[in-house]
């Protein structure tokens, strides 16, 4: 108790504050320190523990008047630092106005669950997957897909009630979706939040549903959306259709449609990003003397010149031959693997002009039987 820090010096406040400086006073503290807006700050945390057992005391006429002439030793000795520990819900009423700003941050009580029900909602995000060939996915395409995805029902346009007729303000919680109850705590009486059971926690009634959504305000639909694909993507990759999605509830806007691209292999390239690899085969008597080739591209063939001497497994580069880069639309190159043959099932005269070859170079090979 020795190191517990004065009430009023807490929620920085002089003896004798009022009532609503008390109030004004612990929630720009709380709002300071609340554990939800910094997660895993402990230094953050025993302030708010202590702002919210200042605010126990302080908030409670009897309390304070015993606290104001005893000191800590008027108060409740079971009152000490942890009364409060982690049940936040109590301080609903408090923290429902301080949040409310904050456009509801999720996991703190019941209070933003509750207030979510009657506050616009973004829809669900959807995901499709979209199987694409090689070239498609090289040169970009465009492509339909069929979804299912809640809608907003076009008859009532998500009001949920049946043409010409409007939802009711619901009297009990006029419209707000929340009920405030009191509740008698270890300080005092405390209030707090919770659903109206009248409306649960919508904020409006409806007397007649629409025939169509059956007073959901949403139906689920099938749709058919055509989807660009750019240039250049890639296997696993993903392309947002924003807003096609999911509809939103109480306005809020729809989710979007993600679809992952699955890209079907090639028989000719192999790809790595930008980049397109391939194999080709010559002869060691093309190799050799030079030669000019046709290779394939995605753009069809193209003549690749073969110098004297090349080595089986040469590359081979061919500039700007590649896959456009789906964001810088920058192309990359084709590389071209070339593989020496060995020359089979010769005939005679071959043979013997490869052995006179062998015999010019003083290589050592498998003497013929002569015919
Ligand atoms: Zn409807
Ligand atoms: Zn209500």
New binding site residues.
């Given amino acids: 108790m020795a190191d517990k820090r004065d009430y009023y010096e807490v929620l920085g406040l002089q003896k004798g504050a009022t009532e609503d400086e008390i109030k004004k006073a612990y929630r720009r503290v709380a709002k300071e320190c609340h554990p939800d807006l910094h997660p895993g700050d402990k230094a953050a945390e025993a302030r708010f523990k202590e702002a919210n057992e200042a605010y126990g005391v302080l908030s409670d006429p009897e309390k304070k008047s015993k606290y104001d002439q005893f000191g800590f030793a008027g108060v409740d000795p079971n009152f000490s630092a942890g009364g409060f520990n982690g049940d936040f819900g109590d301080l609903g009423d408090i923290f429902g106005d301080i949040f409310g700003g904050f456009g509801g941050f999720g996991g703190f009580g019941g209070q933003t669950r509750q207030a979510g029900r009657s506050a616009p909602r973004r829809g669900e995000s959807l995901r499709v997957r979209l199987t694409i060939s090689f070239e498609e996915a090289a040169f970009g395409c465009k492509k339909d897909v069929n979804i299912t995805r809640v809608d907003q029902c076009p008859d009532c346009k998500g009001t949920g009630c049946a043409p010409g007729t409007a939802p009711e303000t ?1 009297p ?2 006029r419209g707000t ?1 929340s009920v405030t109850t009191q509740r008698r705590t270890p300080f005092g009486i405390m209030q707090s939040s919770g659903p ?1 059971p ?2 649960g926690g919508a ?1 409006k009634i409806v007397h007649s549903p629409c025939p169509t959504c059956r007073g959901s305000g949403s139906i689920r639909a099938q749709r058919k959306l055509n989807v660009s694909i750019p240039a250049g993507i890639d296997d696993g990759e993903t392309v947002s259709l924003r807003g096609q999605g999911n509809a939103g509830a109480n306005g809020g806007p729809a989710g979007d449609l993600l679809v992952l691209i699955q890209v079907r292999p090639s028989p000719t390239f192999q790809r790595e990003g930008a980049n397109l690899y391939v194999t080709t085969s010559l002869s060691f008597v093309q190799a050799a003397l030079g030669t000019e080739i046709q290779v394939p591209t995605l753009e069809g063939p193209v003549s690749l010149n073969i110098p004297e001497g090349t080595q089986t497994g040469s590359v081979f580069r061919l500039r700007g031959k590649g896959v456009p880069n789906v964001r810088t639309g920058l192309k990359g190159d084709q590389f071209v693997t070339v593989n020496l043959q060995t020359p089979k099932n010769l005939n005679r005269r071959q043979k013997e002009l490869l052995q006179e070859l062998a015999d010019l170079s003083g290589e050592k090979v498998k003497k013929r039987r002569k015919l």
């Fill in positions: 619901c009990d919680c979706g109206c009248k409306c904020g």
